[in-house]
């Protein structure tokens, strides 16, 4: 672009490039006259041929030249007139050349090795920037390779010890029911086992369990209150035998407390090195997290990770063996005392079955109201829930008005004018708004009136959890000590 723009700048002073004809001025030729050698200017070449032009106009200029014509004048027409102009006239002109032919062919030499150069350049640079980007692909994808196979084989190792330690917690799990189970059985053998004073205590006991309006003094407690005085052997054996499987319970809890954290941790660490495996170029959420590769963050080794997972489940069963054992002498202390409970709890099994069918009536009523509750609760959500999708579809309206609104706020000079379509969207975000606020009231009281269900809700299910809970008592607690004088029946595992 420098050199034809230099070129341009050589040729404005005598070219007629992009001027009409009709304004084309006549070339003022100099009086050759008074030259004496007219044939040594740098520029002449003797190869050069005299030629006749003949002027596009008029000329008004007195010069004449003083060269023969030695060839056959060129006729050129009058553009206007389209008439041919006679010799005379043709030879009042001539073309001064600037340059040479040799200097023209010199030039283009140079514009052709230049270009040569720039593409030779051109095509090297190109070569090495896809030798690079071939080397990088190559290294980066072995690396990539190399990344999911690590990957790979992570997960295979956490699987494997997830597996371990889901099986060894699903087996302490059930050595936990087992002892929960024995538990139950060595609190109702306490009771049952003593004379029918410490039968009726441990009856009240249960039912001193009873809250609120539930802790009646019915007639199930005067039953139990003769009681008092009928058994009083083998308690003291029985509850140190119960205090041991709590304190065993304690232990296994205390276990799988910690082997569900484990799992849960490899669950966790699990998925997310599934989800990073899954991760390839073409994933979604893929961002740029400067500096994550310079901090160390991991708090374990390779071999201290499966340490530890190898130590947990080696106490886990531990203290499933010690549980194991535990039941089995608490089973055998329980076999050595059935003998010895048989007395007086036919009248007091009576009054509970009697106090049962109280409570399951009144039970049976509340669940009515309960239900009919939960009911118009359901409906009062549904109507937030149809409240809240109107609002948030009204938002996108109020949005799309908003941004209407503010992008016409950047039209240009007197194009910013109060227009129809302008106080059409002035109108449109008050009216939306106004709805906007009528919804949101009438939310309010929605949610408002929904507490309210919500608390009547409450104290029916908390008067219903009472009514169960000392269903629960009489009949499950209560009534199965009742039950378990067949003591052949009851401390059979």
Same mark, same amino acid.
């Given at each position: 672009?420098?050199?034809?723009?230099?070129?341009?700048?050589?040729?404005?002073?005598?070219?007629?490039?992009?001027?009409?004809?009709?304004?084309?001025?006549?070339?003022?030729?100099?009086?050759?006259?008074?030259?004496?050698?007219?044939?040594?200017?740098?520029?002449?070449?003797?190869?050069?041929?005299?030629?006749?032009?003949?002027?596009?106009?008029?000329?008004?200029?007195?010069?004449?030249?003083?060269?023969?014509?030695?060839?056959?004048?060129?006729?050129?027409?009058?553009?206007?007139?389209?008439?041919?102009?006679?010799?005379?006239?043709?030879?009042?002109?001539?073309?001064?050349?600037?340059?040479?032919?040799?200097?023209?062919?010199?030039?283009?030499?140079?514009?052709?090795?230049?270009?040569?150069?720039?593409?030779?350049?051109?095509?090297?640079?190109?070569?090495?920037?896809?030798?690079?980007?071939?080397?990088?692909?190559?290294?980066?994808?072995?690396?990539?390779?190399?990344?999911?196979?690590?990957?790979?084989?992570?997960?295979?190792?956490?699987?494997?010890?997830?597996?371990?330690?889901?099986?060894?917690?699903?087996?302490?799990?059930?050595?936990?029911?087992?002892?929960?189970?024995?538990?139950?059985?060595?609190?109702?053998?306490?009771?049952?086992?003593?004379?029918?004073?410490?039968?009726?205590?441990?009856?009240?006991?249960?039912?001193?369990?009873?809250?609120?309006?539930?802790?009646?003094?019915?007639?199930?407690?005067?039953?139990?209150?003769?009681?008092?005085?009928?058994?009083?052997?083998?308690?003291?054996?029985?509850?140190?035998?119960?205090?041991?499987?709590?304190?065993?319970?304690?232990?296994?809890?205390?276990?799988?407390?910690?082997?569900?954290?484990?799992?849960?941790?490899?669950?966790?660490?699990?998925?997310?090195?599934?989800?990073?495996?899954?991760?390839?170029?073409?994933?979604?959420?893929?961002?740029?997290?400067?500096?994550?590769?310079?901090?160390?963050?991991?708090?374990?080794?390779?071999?201290?990770?499966?340490?530890?997972?190898? =130590?947990?489940?080696? @106490?886990? !069963? %531990?203290?499933?063996?010690?549980?194991?054992? $535990?039941?089995? #002498? &608490?089973?055998?202390?329980?076999?050595?005392?059935?003998?010895?409970?048989?007395?007086?709890?036919?009248?007091?099994?009576?009054?509970?079955?009697?106090?049962?069918?109280?409570?399951?009536?009144?039970?049976?009523?509340?669940?009515?109201?309960?239900?009919?509750?939960?009911?118009?609760?359901?409906?009062?959500?549904?109507?937030?829930?149809?409240?809240?999708?109107?609002?948030?579809?009204?938002?996108?309206?109020?949005?799309?008005?908003?941004?209407?609104?503010?992008?016409?706020?950047?039209?240009?000079?007197?194009?910013?004018?109060?227009?129809?379509?302008?106080?059409?969207?002035?109108?449109?975000?008050?009216?939306?708004?106004?709805?906007?606020?009528?919804?949101?009231?009438?939310?309010?009281?929605?949610?408002?009136?929904? =507490?309210?269900?919500? @608390?009547? !809700? %409450?104290?029916?299910?908390?008067?219903?959890? $009472?009514?169960? #809970? &000392?269903?629960?008592?009489?009949?499950?607690?209560?009534?199965?000590?009742?039950?378990?004088?067949?003591?052949?029946?009851?401390?059979?595992?």
């Amino acid at each position: 672009m420098d050199i034809l723009a230099t070129r341009r700048k050589q040729l404005q002073s005598w070219s007629t490039f992009n001027l009409p004809i009709s304004y084309v001025e006549p070339i003022t030729l100099r009086n050759l006259n008074n030259y004496t050698n007219k044939y040594n200017s740098p520029w002449y070449s003797k190869d050069y041929n005299n030629v006749e032009i003949i002027p596009l106009t008029k000329s008004t200029s007195n010069y004449t030249l003083d060269i023969p014509n030695t060839i056959n004048s060129s006729r050129f027409p009058d553009l206007k007139t389209k008439y041919e102009h006679n010799a005379q006239r043709g030879s009042k002109t001539i073309l001064h050349t600037r340059y040479t032919p040799d200097e023209w062919y010199q030039k283009q030499i140079k514009y052709y090795n230049d270009a040569n150069s720039c593409r030779y350049f051109s095509e090297r640079t190109r070569n090495e920037a896809l030798q690079i980007i071939r080397d990088a692909e190559e290294k980066i994808q072995s690396g990539q390779y190399d990344t999911d196979r690590r990957l790979g084989e992570r997960i295979n190792d956490i699987s494997f010890w997830r597996n371990e330690i889901a099986s060894e917690l699903e087996r302490l799990i059930q050595e936990i029911e087992r002892l929960n189970d024995c538990n139950s059985v060595l609190n109702k053998a306490i009771k049952d086992i003593e004379n029918p004073l410490h039968i009726a205590e441990e009856c009240l006991y249960y039912r001193e369990a009873r809250k609120d309006t539930e802790l009646v003094h019915d007639n199930s407690e005067k039953c139990l209150a003769k009681e008092i005085e009928i058994l009083n052997q083998n308690r003291t054996k029985l509850t140190i035998c119960l205090d041991k499987c709590k304190n065993q319970l304690q232990d296994c809890r205390l276990c799988q407390c910690q082997l569900e954290l484990n799992l849960k941790c490899k669950e966790n660490a699990l998925q997310i090195d599934t989800m990073c495996h899954q991760l390839n170029n073409y994933s979604s959420g893929l961002q740029y997290y400067i500096g994550i590769e310079k901090y160390n963050s991991c708090l374990t080794e390779q071999n201290t990770w499966i340490h530890d997972a190898n =130590q947990i489940i080696e @106490k886990s !069963q %531990t203290e499933r063996n010690k549980s194991c054992q $535990l039941r089995t #002498d &608490a089973e055998a202390l329980m076999i050595k005392i059935t003998q010895e409970m048989w007395d007086a709890w036919s009248n007091t099994n009576n009054a509970l079955t009697h106090r049962s069918s109280e409570l399951f009536e009144a039970k049976n009523k509340l669940q009515q109201h309960l239900q009919m509750v939960q009911q118009e609760i359901f409906n009062v959500e549904k109507s937030l829930e149809l409240m809240h999708k109107a609002i948030a579809d009204k938002s996108h309206i109020l949005k799309v008005a908003y941004t209407r609104l503010q992008t016409r706020t950047h039209r240009p000079d007197i194009e910013h004018c109060r227009d129809y379509a302008h106080m059409s969207l002035q109108k449109e975000i008050d009216e939306i708004n106004h709805q906007m606020e009528r919804m949101y009231s009438k939310l309010k009281e929605l949610e408002n009136q929904h =507490q309210n269900l919500l @608390k009547a !809700q %409450t104290t029916l299910e908390h008067d219903l959890a $009472l009514k169960i #809970d &000392a269903i629960h008592i009489d009949q499950e607690k209560v009534s199965s000590l009742r039950r378990a004088y067949p003591i052949n029946i009851l401390f059979k595992f």
